[in-house]
C-alpha cells in the first residue's frame, strides 16, 4: 500500500495553504527529515520534512496550487518492497471511485435546461444554476447602462458574456437589479459580514497596468487589518521623546561590545524600553477576548518587519528581561529569516504587544493599527534635531515622536498615557534599562 502524503497543517490557525515548490520528483528516493516542499501558509514558506522512508511514486498535487485543503493527499510514497509502477497507478482508481457519482449530478441537472426550455436558445449556455455566466466586467459595464444580459450570447468561454459582448446592446431597465444581486451575493460567504457594501469589485481603469496574484500573506494582512480597524476602538496617545541619552549609551555600549561582534540599534533599545514599561504598566500588557480581560506576566515583542510578501512580525520573547546585546543578536536573526520566509509559527504567532519603527524612511509620526488580539503597538518616528526646552533654555536636542495605539476596550485613556509617560522616561534615561 501506498504511504499517503497529506498536506500538513504548519501553523495552530492553518486551514489552507498554497504547494509553493515541489523539492522532490516522481521516483527520488527519500528519508526521514528530508525536505520535500515548500508551503505558503497566512503568515511564511515553510519547508515540509518527510516522515517516512522510501520512493516518491506520484505527485497529485501540482506545484503552485493554492487553497490546498489541510489533510488533502498531495503525493504517494511506495513503502519498501513496493512495485513502483504499481503505486503510481494507484490514484487512478480513487479518481475513478469519486468520478462514479458524478452522473447523479447530472441525472439531477437535466430537468433544469426542461424547465428552461420556453427562454431562448442561448440562455441555458449562459447560465450556471439561475445565473447568467458574465465576467465581472461585464456585469458592471451592463449594470451601468441597464443592459439585459439574459438577452444576449455570450461568445467566451462556455458560452460566458464578455465585455465585447455588450457592445452595441440596447439597454433595459429590468436586469439592473439581477445583474447587481448575484454580483454582491457572490463574494459575501469569502469575507467578514462587514465587508460586504465592498464585495463590489473596484474598476480599473483603461491604463496600461500589471495585476499581480495576491499571496497568502498579503490577504492575511488585509483581512486582519481590515478586521482590527473595524472592530477595534483604537485611541492614539502621541508624545515627543528625547534620544539624546540613549544614543550616547548605544555608542558607549557598541564600544564595549565591539570585540563580541554585536552591534546595537536604536530599535534594539526601543524594543527593551517598551517591555520593561509593559511590565512597569501591566494594565496595557493585556489582551481582550469578549470576555475576559487578560493580564501577562511577561513582556513579548512583536516586532514588525517589511518582508517581500508582505509585514510580519517576529516575537522577541522576555524582552523585559533579556539583555539589550540578545535582543539585538535575536533581532537580527529573526528579520533575517522573516525576509526569507523561513520563520517558524512558534516564532511569529503571540506576542503580548507590537512596535513597528518607520524612523530609518525619515516618517515623522504615524498611527500603527493594532495587531489582534494584542492590546497596543508602539509607531516610531523618526529621530531629528529639533528645537527643544533644556534647563528652561531653548536649545537643540534630537527628538522623536512616538505613538501609542491602545485598544480602547481594554485600556482606558490614563492607563495608556501612563505607559507613554514610563517608556519616555526610560528613553531619556536609559540607564534604568541596564541597571
Not at 436558445?121 to 439574459?150: C, D, Q
Not at 492607563?415 to 531619556?428: P, T, W
Request: aromatic share 2%.
Amino acid at each position: 500500500m501506498p504511504i499517503e502524503i497529506k498536506m500538513p497543517a504548519l501553523s495552530p490557525t492553518m486551514e489552507e495553504g498554497t504547494l509553493a515548490k515541489w523539492l522532490i520528483k516522481e521516483g527520488d528516493t527519500v528519508k526521514s527529515g528530508d525536505l520535500m516542499a515548500e508551503i505558503e501558509t497566512d503568515k511564511a514558506t515553510m519547508e515540509f520534512e518527510a516522515v517516512d522512508e522510501g520512493v516518491v511514486g506520484k505527485i497529485l498535487i501540482a506545484e503552485g496550487t493554492d487553497n490546498v485543503k489541510v489533510g488533502t493527499v498531495i503525493a504517494t510514497l511506495i513503502a519498501e518492497g513496493e512495485d513502483a509502477s504499481a503505486a503510481v497507478a494507484t490514484p487512478a482508481p480513487k479518481a475513478e471511485a469519486k468520478a462514479e457519482p458524478a452522473p447523479e449530478p447530472k441525472a439531477e441537472a437535466k430537468p433544469a435546461p426542461e424547465v428552461a426550455a420556453p427562454a431562448p436558445s442561448s440562455a441555458p449556455a449562459k447560465t450556471e444554476g439561475e445565473r447568467v455566466k458574465a465576467s465581472p466586467l461585464a456585469r458592471r459595464i451592463a449594470a451601468e447602462k441597464g443592459i439585459e444580459l439574459s438577452a444576449l450570447s455570450g461568445s467566451g468561454p462556455n458560452g460566458r458574456i464578455v465585455k465585447a459582448d455588450l457592445d452595441g446592446a440596447k439597454a433595459g431597465a429590468a436586469p439592473v437589479a439581477r445583474a447587481e444581486t448575484p454580483a454582491a451575493a457572490a463574494p459575501a460567504p469569502e469575507g467578514t459580514p462587514a465587508p460586504v457594501a465592498a464585495a463590489k469589485p473596484a474598476a480599473i481603469p483603461d491604463i496600461p497596468h500589471e495585476a499581480v496574484k495576491l499571496s497568502n500573506v498579503r490577504k492575511t494582512i488585509a483581512r486582519r487589518l481590515t478586521e482590527s480597524k473595524q472592530t477595534v476602538p483604537h485611541i492614539y496617545l502621541t508624545l515627543d521623546i528625547r534620544l539624546d541619552a540613549l544614543l550616547k549609551l548605544r555608542a558607549d555600549l557598541n564600544a564595549a561590545l565591539e570585540p563580541r561582534g554585536v552591534k546595537l540599534s536604536v530599535n534594539d533599545l526601543l524594543i527593551k524600553a517598551l517591555a520593561v514599561s509593559l511590565m512597569r504598566v501591566p494594565k496595557c500588557n493585556v489582551m481582550f477576548t469578549g470576555d475576559q480581560l487578560i493580564t501577562f506576566a511577561r513582556a513579548d515583542i512583536s516586532v514588525a518587519v517589511s518582508a517581500p510578501s508582505g509585514l510580519i512580525t517576529p516575537i522577541i520573547t522576555h524582552a523585559d528581561t533579556k539583555a539589550i546585546s540578545a535582543i539585538s543578536t535575536e533581532m537580527k536573526d529573526l528579520a533575517g529569516r522573516a525576509r526569507e520566509q523561513k520563520l517558524k509559527p512558534e516564532e511569529y504567532q503571540g506576542g503580548t504587544a507590537s512596535l513597528s519603527n518607520m524612523g530609518m524612511f525619515g516618517i515623522k509620526q504615524f498611527e500603527a493599527v493594532i495587531n489582534p488580539p494584542q492590546g497596543m503597538i508602539m509607531a516610531i518616528g523618526a529621530g531629528e534635531k529639533r528645537p527643544y526646552i533644556i534647563d528652561d533654555a531653548l536649545g537643540i536636542a534630537t527628538v522623536m515622536s512616538a505613538t501609542g495605539s491602545f485598544d480602547h476596550r481594554a485600556i482606558d485613556g490614563a492607563d495608556g498615557a501612563e505607559l507613554m509617560q514610563a517608556f519616555k522616561a526610560l528613553v531619556e534615561s536609559p540607564l534604568a534599562m541596564v541597571a
